[in-house]
């Protein structure tokens, strides 16, 4: 879930402007607020207040009729939405204030892949557990390896898997292939067939990598495997 809150996120709101105003001046103010912001949370909030930078990733006029405006803004987490609606208020001068939103992406999760009610969810764990019949269920659940869809991957050989099941950090010898990631960062931790083993921090960067025939390159921090579905690397290090 951490992965899911810390990814970027993208909105569809509804300002209304205090005033009448000129759709272009309105498109030039909005293009102020594309890029490296600072923002002061509001009042009404749940973070201490206190004056933070937030990158904007984009932000789309969609529609706009007499004083109300729909915008899409895609930005980091933590960006008020209702914050940029006041600012651009003060920027035309008369003010400005958040009608509605909706949230219409978590980072690879959004509306237009596989979204389903929690009524719909209800009905198809119903439908399992009372029925035998697990059609919905695998129609409104997805693999968990699709929400690492946007981090860095590393793949590992067989033999390295149970080893990280147990907790024990990935080492050199154990890495097949990799993406490029920096020191610190999130990465997940692959088997050759595609299933997620682990979300570890990486140790070291992955330009590093290429000259590393030993030492330990990610510390896991939460093993999604269960243990010993894979070969004892150790065991079968200790007959040879």
Known sequence: MNLVSKSGKEY????QVHCDYKIEELRNIIQEFI???YQRPPVRSSVKRRTRKKRVYNIELLESEGRLVLMRISSEPGTYMRKICHDIGILLG????MRELRRTRSGVFSEDNNLVTLHELSEAI?????????????????????AVCGIPKVVIDDYAVDAIT???NLNAPGLIAFQEFKRGEDVA???????LVAIGESLVTSNEIKNMKK???????????ERDIYPKGWKKNEKT
């Open 12 to 15: 569809v709101c509804v300002m």
């Open 35 to 37: 890029g490296e912001i």
């Open 94 to 97: 008369c003010g400005a204030h």
């Open 126 to 146: 119903y439908m399992y557990k009372k029925c035998n019949d697990e059609s919905d269920l695998r129609r409104v659940l997805l693999p968990m390896e699709f």
């Open 166 to 168: 147990y907790g024990a």
């Open 189 to 195: 931790v692959m088997t050759l067939k595609g299933e």
């Open 215 to 225: 030492g330990a390159i990610i510390k896991p921090k939460r093993v999604l495997m």
